[in-house]
């Protein structure tokens, strides 16, 4: 399935809260209440970091066998900068992160260099990551105004 | 709380299978058969259009009542073009979206041109539209090989 076309949805509920979907699955996203919501669920930006360090560890599960590489257990921790005036309009700093990093935590008998080579790889290949590190065409593709059914 | 680090976490299970984790709160990353995994959620690229909807959706409610606008539900569709070649690591196409589209559907008795003006606002200050569809620095901070503890 080479050239693919991904799909989510996101429905709004009460306050803050969305139910995220895509196929069968969803899950919910939330703001805490520092930020208005009433914190059933991470908030959108940290939903973003969560799936960059998910993408990447699977790129390694993928690819661990190309390197030669034997682990028995990865897992990434991810934290990114975002000044959160700007989505209050209250500054000209732009809305989304400035930048965002990673630890990769891997445990192997691999040598560092070895590791070093394979962890290159894994962030060159990650969708995830060249969707965040460079510039992607987003466009509004169509505002669907439903029409309230007033109660006659 | 104008700057902050967000942070999140990708623990790898078996398999592509991932839990991805923010504060307190987690759910499943994996990849359909088709991919390579074992269907038991959404996949990376996935979860980045849900949370953009989800960002998108939270931002009207936040700032409709500046717009004067009133709703009774508000949901968003969104799709990306990726082509899997790019992380199947036999192209050199980018390996993250090309383009995302996204329809935003709301109940509404305001005018379309309201409408339309509020959509424009919400494109322009979503933190994670921001974060996909402008360059972000990407950083690789460590790598931290855990040394296996070898039974006696």
Redesign the interface.
């Given at each position: 399935?080479?050239?693919?076309?991904?799909?989510?949805?996101?429905?709004?509920q009460e306050?803050?809260q969305?139910i995220?979907?895509?196929?069968n699955?969803e899950?919910?996203?939330d703001?805490?209440q520092?930020?208005?919501g009433t914190d059933t669920?991470?908030?959108?930006?940290?939903?973003?970091?969560?799936?960059?360090?998910?993408?990447?560890?699977?790129?390694?599960?993928?690819?661990a066998k190309k390197f030669d590489i034997q682990f028995?257990?990865?897992?990434?921790?991810?934290?990114?900068?975002?000044?959160?005036?700007?989505?209050m309009?209250i500054?000209d700093v732009?809305?989304?992160?400035?930048?965002?990093?990673?630890?990769?935590?891997?445990?192997?008998?691999?040598s560092?260099e070895q590791?070093?080579k394979f962890?290159e790889f894994i962030?060159?290949?990650?969708?995830?990551?060249?969707?965040?590190?460079?510039?992607?065409?987003?466009?509004?593709?169509?505002?669907?105004?439903?029409?309230?059914n007033l109660k006659a």
């Open positions: 399935m080479p050239k693919t076309t991904f799909k989510a949805s996101a429905h709004l306050g803050v969305v995220a979907r895509s196929r699955f899950f919910i996203i703001e805490p520092s930020l208005g669920g991470m908030n959108p930006v940290e939903a973003v970091l969560a799936a960059l360090g998910a993408c990447q560890a699977i790129v390694a599960r993928v690819y028995d257990d990865l897992w990434v921790e991810v934290e990114g900068d975002l000044d959160t005036d700007g989505f309009n500054s732009r809305r989304g992160y400035s930048e965002i990093r990673y630890n990769i935590h891997i445990a192997t008998d691999a560092r590791v070093s962890i962030e060159n290949t990650c969708p995830v990551g060249d969707t965040i590190a460079n510039p992607v065409s987003l466009k509004l593709n169509e505002i669907v105004i439903e029409r309230l």
